[in-house]
């Protein structure tokens, strides 16, 4: 793990997304799965994107590389380089593709090809930007396997995927990623179906990719320790949108959006005290199908107000010029704990499509059986 | 506690011992042969005290789930003990079954796939009670205090699973499993598949129960944070195996298998600061298969204090099997590593 306090603002903007909204046309109505990113990424900066599922993380990344079903409608402007990425041919966007961006996905067992042997996939991915022999090709697969951290690879590289386990899996996506020496690496999810010793081990192996390579590297994950660790700046969305983004510190000692508090309120922690309550986020997300006006935080935010209801937050600088939130009442939290905001409550009343009524903590007594009428506990 | 007045407190109620479950490898050929054994656990032993929460952490195919299955005779285990009330669960008769779960249950993993799509969910929660033949006479009554019980809103009793959230379904199931009062509750990775937001409702939802309702738990999970939490006593498995186990306490702050503390330096923790100056162990390498588990220990081809012992300590790891004993690293703290007590 580096020390050193991470820098940024200081390198060359590589990859520049402006008002990127994702729109997918369904039965039911249209999907607004994104509904405005921006952000920059510059060389040799990790930008962590942080959300739950459905906050639009990974659909977003997969706007940046074109690989969003032709369905789907994509506006905004996505610049890599000064060069316009939307709306490019497909032709020229494979130019792009794997040479200059690369992606890793979350799930290695997919990822790779089953019926081609690892070294032919990467010699693939080697010989699709390079005009080489093929023998140099199989000595740079060698070289790249053997960077990423796999044992024998001279072994290895003759075998089918099924042969490796997750973890080595994953690492020759990330090996497949390096080849080109990419600018950008956007990581997708790259350890979540990982267990914690080898996620320990890929993380590091994404570690050495970013290092050998000097790329910028977008790292998308729901899991904040994984963020604090490895990125530099934190990105967090909800409901499509930033609500907040700002220095991995910002994120995690001073955050301004309410979200964001109470998800870090919510993490049982190693290095916590036992005997704290964790403090959940009521209510579920918003569907995207049909998002009311105002903020789409506003049924599960402790701090709503009649505002929140009308208008919806822009993502604005806070005191910090570097440190941007999408907040009314961003203001209020500053120095405040999500112990503070939100209630350690046990229930979870509210059906996903109706918010309001509210049952406090766990009551009802289950040893006192049948009388009770139901109106009593419906309070 | 109404439900724990039969049992003292230093009296265990449920205990394993020398639990062993393979599963048959079969041949290709058209008679399927038996051709080897996956030993998916291999001897395991813990108790359950009343009240309590026993965590049991370890990494995918450990054998976690399957001893928790194994503990209610979903999956027959091949040999040892499961011994629930002062009685074996793994002689008993299918009647004797049926009335031991009424006292035993099992939340399950997958909120999406244990739930029936098709029944209301009074009729899910109602369930187990008309199995057992207690519906008759206030049932429906009781499935609206489950509802409440678990932070639901028993008018919602008669909408649908896909109607309601990912934790709420959770809630569901635990509101299922309670419904026939029971001692003890199995908990198998019960809030791995929620998001964190929702994850943290569950889990105070959890140690609620527990104190209101006096029951033991087993906690299968793959997350130490969220075992720290919740357990008072967490024993870590590795193919098969317990490696080490003690008090929750002494088991974060005094970890002395080399399994343990890697697992647990490599768990990362939502603190910018704290991550960039941590030191990791890594692990090398995977685990190996458990259809052909390595002699002796079986972290030895992973462990890196083995590394960095001499030539005849590293080949008494391959030689000899270490048991999991008191290795005098505290009161009730077991390791079953040779070295455990050589480090400091």
Same mark, same amino acid.
């Given at each position: 793990?580096?020390?050193?306090?991470?820098?940024?603002?200081?390198?060359?903007?590589?990859?520049?997304?402006?008002?990127?909204?994702?729109?997918?046309?369904?039965?039911?109505?249209?999907?607004?799965?994104?509904?405005?990113?921006?952000?920059?990424?510059?060389?040799?900066?990790?930008?962590?994107?942080?959300?739950?599922?459905?906050?639009?993380?990974?659909?977003?990344?997969?706007?940046?590389?074109?690989?969003?079903?032709?369905?789907?409608?994509?506006?905004?402007?996505?610049?890599?380089?000064?060069?316009?990425?939307?709306?490019?041919?497909?032709?020229?966007?494979?130019?792009?593709?794997?040479?200059?961006?690369?992606?890793?996905?979350?799930?290695?067992?997919?990822?790779?090809?089953?019926?081609?042997?690892?070294?032919?996939?990467?010699?693939?991915?080697?010989?699709?930007?390079?005009?080489?022999?093929?023998?140099?090709?199989?000595?740079?697969?060698?070289?790249?396997?053997?960077?990423?951290?796999?044992?024998?690879?001279?072994?290895?590289?003759?075998?089918?995927?099924?042969?490796?386990?997750?973890?080595?899996?994953?690492?020759?996506?990330?090996?497949?990623?390096?080849?080109?020496?990419?600018?950008?690496?956007?990581?997708?999810?790259?350890?979540?179906?990982?267990?914690?010793?080898?996620?320990?081990?890929?993380?590091?192996?994404?570690?050495?990719?970013?290092?050998?390579?000097?790329?910028?590297?977008?790292?998308?994950?729901?899991?904040?320790?994984?963020?604090?660790?490895?990125?530099?700046?934190?990105?967090?969305?909800?409901?499509?949108?930033?609500?907040?983004?700002?220095?991995?510190?910002?994120?995690?000692?001073?955050?301004?959006?309410?979200?964001?508090?109470?998800?870090?309120?919510?993490?049982?922690?190693?290095?916590?005290?036992?005997?704290?309550?964790?403090?959940?986020?009521?209510?579920?997300?918003?569907?995207?199908?049909?998002?009311?006006?105002?903020?789409?935080?506003?049924?599960?935010?402790?701090?709503?107000?009649?505002?929140?209801?009308?208008?919806?937050?822009?993502?604005?600088?806070?005191?910090?010029?570097?440190?941007?939130?999408?907040?009314?009442?961003?203001?209020?939290?500053?120095?405040?704990?999500?112990?503070?905001?939100?209630?350690?409550?046990?229930?979870?009343?509210?059906?996903?499509?109706?918010?309001?009524?509210?049952?406090?903590?766990?009551?009802?007594?289950?040893?006192?059986?049948?009388?009770?009428?139901?109106?009593?506990?419906?309070? | 506690?109404?439900?724990?007045?039969?049992?003292?407190?230093?009296?265990?109620?449920?205990?394993?011992?020398?639990?062993?479950?393979?599963?048959?490898?079969?041949?290709?050929?058209?008679?399927?042969?038996?051709?080897?054994?996956?030993?998916?656990?291999?001897?395991?032993?813990?108790?359950?005290?009343?009240?309590?929460?026993?965590?049991?952490?370890?990494?995918?195919?450990?054998?976690?789930?399957?001893?928790?299955?194994?503990?209610?005779?979903?999956?027959?285990?091949?040999?040892?003990?499961?011994?629930?009330?002062?009685?074996?669960?793994?002689?008993?008769?299918?009647?004797?079954?049926?009335?031991?779960?009424?006292?035993?249950?099992?939340?399950?993993?997958?909120?999406?796939?244990?739930?029936?799509?098709?029944?209301?969910?009074?009729?899910?929660?109602?369930?187990?009670?008309?199995?057992?033949?207690?519906?008759?006479?206030?049932?429906?009554?009781?499935?609206?205090?489950?509802?409440?019980?678990?932070?639901?809103?028993?008018?919602?009793?008669?909408?649908?699973?896909?109607?309601?959230?990912?934790?709420?379904?959770?809630?569901?199931?635990?509101?299922?499993?309670?419904?026939?009062?029971?001692?003890?509750?199995?908990?198998?990775?019960?809030?791995?598949?929620?998001?964190?937001?929702?994850?943290?409702?569950?889990?105070?939802?959890?140690?609620?129960?527990?104190?209101?309702?006096?029951?033991?738990?087993?906690?299968?999970?793959?997350?130490?944070?969220?075992?720290?939490?919740?357990?008072?006593?967490?024993?870590?498995?590795?193919?098969?195996?317990?490696?080490?186990?003690?008090?929750?306490?002494?088991?974060? &702050? *005094?970890?002395?298998?080399?399994?343990?503390?890697?697992?647990? %330096?490599?768990?990362?923790? #939502?603190?910018?600061? +704290?991550? !960039? &100056? *941590?030191?990791?162990?890594?692990?090398?390498?995977?685990?190996? %298969?458990?259809?052909?588990? #390595?002699?002796?220990? +079986?972290? !030895?081809? *992973?462990?890196?204090?083995?590394?960095?012992?001499?030539?005849?300590?590293?080949?008494?790891?391959?030689?000899?099997?270490?048991?999991?004993?008191?290795?005098?690293?505290?009161?009730?703290?077991?390791?079953?590593?040779?070295?455990?007590?050589?480090?400091?």
């Amino acid at each position: 793990m580096s020390v050193e306090k991470p820098s940024f603002g200081a390198g060359e903007e590589l990859l520049a997304v402006r008002d990127l909204t994702v729109t997918f046309p369904t039965g039911d109505g249209d999907v607004h799965a994104v509904r405005g990113v921006n952000y920059t990424l510059r060389r040799g900066e990790v930008l962590g994107i942080v959300g739950e599922s459905g906050s639009g993380k990974s659909v977003s990344s997969l706007a940046v590389m074109g690989l969003l079903p032709k369905t789907a409608r994509v506006q905004g402007s996505i610049t890599f380089q000064g060069e316009e990425l939307l709306g490019l041919s497909e032709r020229k966007l494979m130019k792009v593709r794997g040479k200059k961006i690369a992606m890793i996905f979350q799930d290695p067992m997919t990822s790779l090809n089953p019926v081609y042997k690892i070294g032919y996939q990467l010699e693939e991915a080697i010989l699709a930007h390079n005009d080489l022999p093929k023998q140099q090709a199989r000595k740079q697969a060698l070289e790249l396997l053997e960077t990423v951290g796999i044992p024998f690879p001279e072994k290895r590289i003759d075998q089918f995927p099924h042969e490796f386990s997750g973890g080595m899996r994953q690492r020759v996506v990330i090996a497949i990623a390096m080849a080109n020496n990419p600018d950008v690496i956007i990581a997708d999810e790259p350890t979540t179906a990982l267990d914690v010793t080898v996620q320990a081990q890929v993380l590091e192996s994404l570690r050495v990719a970013q290092r050998e390579t000097g790329a910028a590297m977008v790292l998308i994950t729901h899991d904040l320790g994984v963020v604090a660790g490895q990125a530099d700046r934190v990105l967090v969305m909800y409901a499509g949108k930033p609500v907040e983004i700002g220095s991995v510190d910002d994120i995690y000692y001073n955050p301004r959006m309410p979200y964001t508090l109470g998800l870090l309120g919510s993490l049982p922690r190693l290095d916590a005290n036992r005997a704290e309550r964790l403090t959940p986020i009521q209510g579920a997300p918003p569907s995207l199908l049909s998002l009311p006006p105002g903020c789409p935080f506003m049924p599960r935010c402790p701090l709503a107000k009649e505002v929140c209801a009308e208008q919806e937050p822009e993502l604005l600088p806070t005191d910090d010029p570097a440190h941007d939130a999408a907040c009314h009442y961003s203001a209020l939290l500053a120095g405040r704990k999500a112990q503070e905001v939100f209630v350690a409550s046990a229930a979870d009343t509210a059906l996903p499509e109706s918010y309001g009524a509210e049952i406090a903590g766990a009551t009802g007594e289950i040893t006192t059986v049948p009388e009770q009428p139901k109106a009593e506990q419906a309070e | 506690m109404s439900t724990t007045d039969t049992l003292t407190a230093g009296e265990p109620i449920l205990s394993v011992r020398h639990l062993v479950k393979e599963f048959p490898i079969k041949s290709h050929s058209v008679v399927r042969r038996t051709v080897g054994a996956v030993h998916a656990v291999s001897g395991v032993s813990f108790d359950i005290f009343p009240g309590q929460t026993l965590g049991l952490v370890g990494e995918s195919g450990c054998g976690k789930t399957t001893t928790s299955r194994a503990i209610l005779h979903l999956q027959p285990a091949t040999s040892g003990e499961v011994v629930f009330q002062g009685r074996d669960v793994t002689k008993m008769s299918k009647g004797d079954l049926r009335r031991m779960r009424r006292n035993m249950q099992i939340v399950f993993q997958d909120p999406y796939a244990s739930l029936n799509p098709r029944i209301t969910v009074s009729e899910i929660i109602a369930e187990p009670l008309k199995i057992h033949g207690l519906y008759r006479g206030g049932g429906q009554a009781q499935v609206a205090e489950l509802m409440s019980l678990v932070g639901l809103n028993p008018e919602h009793g008669n909408r649908f699973p896909h109607e309601f959230s990912g934790g709420q379904r959770q809630r569901i199931g635990i509101a299922r499993a309670l419904a026939l009062k029971p001692k003890v509750l199995v908990l198998d990775e019960p809030v791995s598949a929620l998001d964190v937001s929702i994850q943290a409702g569950v889990i105070n939802l959890l140690e609620d129960l527990q104190d209101e309702l006096g029951l033991a738990y087993l906690f299968v999970a793959h997350d130490l944070s969220v075992v720290r939490h919740i357990a008072d006593r967490v024993a870590v498995m590795y193919l098969g195996k317990i490696v080490e186990t003690a008090d929750t306490e002494s088991l974060f &702050e *005094r970890s002395q298998h080399p399994y343990t503390k890697a697992l647990i %330096s490599a768990i990362p923790i #939502p603190d910018p600061r +704290r991550e !960039r &100056e *941590r030191e990791r162990i890594l692990v090398q390498g995977d685990v190996p %298969s458990p259809a052909n588990p #390595p002699s002796g220990c +079986r972290f !030895r081809t *992973r462990c890196p204090l083995r590394m960095t012992l001499s030539e005849t300590d590293a080949a008494r790891c391959a030689d000899e099997e270490p048991a999991l004993v008191d290795r005098g690293l505290g009161p009730r703290h077991l390791a079953a590593c040779h070295f455990a007590e050589s480090e400091g």
